[in-house]
């Protein structure tokens, strides 16, 4: 393994330790408690600059995600890199068309087959952020290359 990818692999394992549990306890929470997510999602709404700045937040974190990890190798890294992605274009979307975001959101609470279908897919998600915590904290052992020796003897 290069010293480059040996760099991507531990900047992947960082960024798993900490994109793994959010997206595990945040998904996992959101499963549960989407179906009284209704009065929550009315407040986010109810002061459009608060979903404009939860939007800004989103496009500057999808932006700390793309911008420091551009490892595309391996199903961790690309699980990050799209995330990263997700999170800058649902930021964008929010800012940019907060209206659509709220009326989507209120529809998927509102019925039943689309909330049944929003938690099996957070339940997924949530699923992905443990499999994220256990390669970031619990990886196999990685040997980087020796460095040759530039002294003689």
Known sequence: MSDMDFDAHLRTR??????GPYIAIFTTILAIRLPTATGLIDGLFANPAIAWILGAVMVGGGLVIIGGHRNWRGPAAI?????????????????????????????ATL????LTLARVF??????????????????????????????QP
Do not use: C, H, M, N
């Open 14 to 19: 960082a960024f798993a330790r900490v994109i």
């Open 79 to 107: 699980t990050i890199s799209v995330f990263g992605w997700f999170v800058l274009l649902r930021g964008v979307g929010l800012v940019a068309t907060t209206s659509a975001v709220q009326d989507i959101a209120e529809t």
């Open 111 to 114: 019925d039943p087959t689309l």
């Open 122 to 151: 957070f339940g997924l998600l949530a699923l992905i952020g443990i499999w994220l915590t256990y390669v970031g904290w619990y990886p196999k052992p990685v040997k980087a290359q020796p460095i040759a020796s530039t002294s």
